[in-house]
């Protein structure tokens, strides 16, 4: 794509057919004035119109080859090296890049690759950058408005506020926010998150999680606790939101016949950029 073909030869030959035409206009060659007015019109036509109807699309794929063809010492950045990238069942691209298109700080095997498609000329492989690293941008409610964040509404009357854990870890790429309170079953169902839908026993799965980050007080769910969750139980029926701050964020809320009410929150992982 990149190649003199249709860099010079193409819009070339257009310019140079109408030269021609015109030289013949002047020598009232008109049929081979006209011929070669149209041939060279459509030539450079057709290569303008090429190279400004680019469909542009950025895909992650496989940095197959990265090696260096022609040093220019004078302007590193214009430099050319040969890149290859694999796609596996969408195919392979490879071309020659100048090194402004290529921006690959980091070792890494899957890249962006921007990818650009001419109607006559078909897809070239434009630049290849290193993925964007992935942000933490959950921030943690303010300490005493735990219950206001995870139910959306300040804490109401009658509710009695018993355990309170909050942590947020941007090194270990997680946060979590637990709860545990009394409140009656009336309160509790209107406080309810609307996106927590009734799972059954077998899928709380949060034993582990609550052994190794030490919660005495939590009690353990039992056949006759009532049970809500978003992605309760594993990850690999997981949906992420819009609004999920992490890969997996994962909420459980337990209701006990006595009033006692639990809340567990946690993300873990970052999402990859988009």
């Known amino acids: 794509m990149n190649s003199l073909l249709f860099a010079i030869l193409w819009p070339g030959i257009g310019c140079a057919f109408l030269l021609i035409a015109i030289v013949c206009a002047v020598g009232k060659k008109w049929l081979f004035s006209v011929s070669l007015l149209l041939l060279g019109a459509l030539l450079v036509g057709s290569w303008q119109y090429n190279r400004t109807h680019e469909i542009v699309t950025k895909l992650q794929l496989l940095l197959g080859d990265h090696t260096l063809v022609k040093t220019n010492s004078k302007r590193p950045e214009?430099?050319?090296?040969?890149?290859?990238?694999?796609?596996?069942?969408?195919?392979?691209?490879?071309?020659?890049?100048?090194a402004k298109d290529i921006n690959l700080t980091r070792p890494g095997s899957v890249v962006l690759a921007e990818l650009r498609k001419r109607p006559f000329t078909g897809t070239y492989l434009k630049s290849v950058a290193n993925l964007p690293l992935p942000q933490y941008t959950f921030v943690p409610p303010p300490e005493g408005r735990e219950f206001?964040?995870?139910?959306?509404?300040?804490?109401?009357?009658?509710?009695?506020?018993?355990?309170?854990?909050?942590?947020?870890?941007?090194r270990a790429e997680m946060a979590t926010i637990v709860l545990a309170f009394r409140t009656d079953r009336a309160t509790f169902d209107r406080i309810r998150p609307p996106e927590l839908e009734a799972?059954?026993?077998?899928?709380?799965?949060?034993?582990?999680?609550?052994?190794?980050?030490?919660?005495?007080?939590?009690?353990?769910?039992?056949?006759?606790?009532?049970?809500?969750?978003?992605?309760?139980?594993?990850?690999?029926?997981?949906?992420?939101?819009?609004?999920?701050?992490?890969?997996?964020?994962?909420?459980?809320?337990?209701?006990?016949?006595?009033?006692?009410v639990q809340y567990f929150w946690r993300g873990e992982r970052l999402p990859n950029p988009k």
């Open 78 to 98: 214009l430099s050319i090296y040969r890149v290859k990238v694999c796609g596996l069942e969408m195919g392979d691209w490879e071309g020659n890049l100048q």
């Open 148 to 170: 206001d964040w995870a139910f959306l509404q300040p804490m109401p009357a009658g509710v009695t506020l018993e355990h309170l854990f909050s942590r947020s870890d941007r």
């Open 199 to 260: 799972i059954t026993f077998e899928d709380f799965g949060l034993t582990q999680t609550l052994r190794d980050d030490n919660f005495p007080w939590w009690r353990k769910a039992t056949k006759a606790t009532a049970i809500w969750g978003r992605n309760a139980a594993n990850y690999r029926k997981y949906q992420r939101e819009k609004a999920d701050h992490f890969s997996c964020e994962r909420i459980v809320l337990t209701c006990d016949e006595d009033g006692l």
